[in-house]
């Protein structure tokens, strides 16, 4: 039985099934951030999402995150690298999007174990 974490008006943040945290896409509040800005809030609130749902950073297995602009893409990597310890990096991907809808340039989403 999966159990729901955290309803917005189209999905749930965290779905947990079968020893699996699975967290949907997270953008920023602040779209005027720039691209490392907007890194740093989206991880703040996925170690928020995590916590809901009984698991933290630590635990992650997998990441997948959209840019915008790939080219900045080193800004984006210094926001992982500040809340990450290398010990602790999941597999990731990094895929450019043409757009994430209004001024986001980062979108990212999880799967970590309880």
Do not use: N
Not at 67 to 75: H, I, Q, S
Not at 85 to 110: H, K, N, Y
């Amino acid at each position: 039985m999966a159990t729901r974490h955290l309803q917005t008006p189209i999905m749930h943040r965290a779905v947990v099934h079968g020893g699996l945290v699975f967290l949907g896409g997270t953008t920023c509040d602040d779209e005027s951030l720039d691209m490392g800005g907007q890194a740093r809030q989206i991880l703040r609130k996925v170690d928020g999402y995590l916590a809901e749902a009984g698991s933290d950073k630590t635990r992650l297995l997998s990441a997948t995150i959209y840019l915008t602009d790939l080219g900045r893409k080193p800004e984006m990597d210094a926001a992982w690298k500040e809340w990450l310890a290398p010990a602790s990096f999941p597999a990731r991907a990094t895929v450019g999007v043409a757009d994430l809808g209004g001024g986001a340039l980062v979108e990212m989403s999880f799967i970590a174990h309880t």
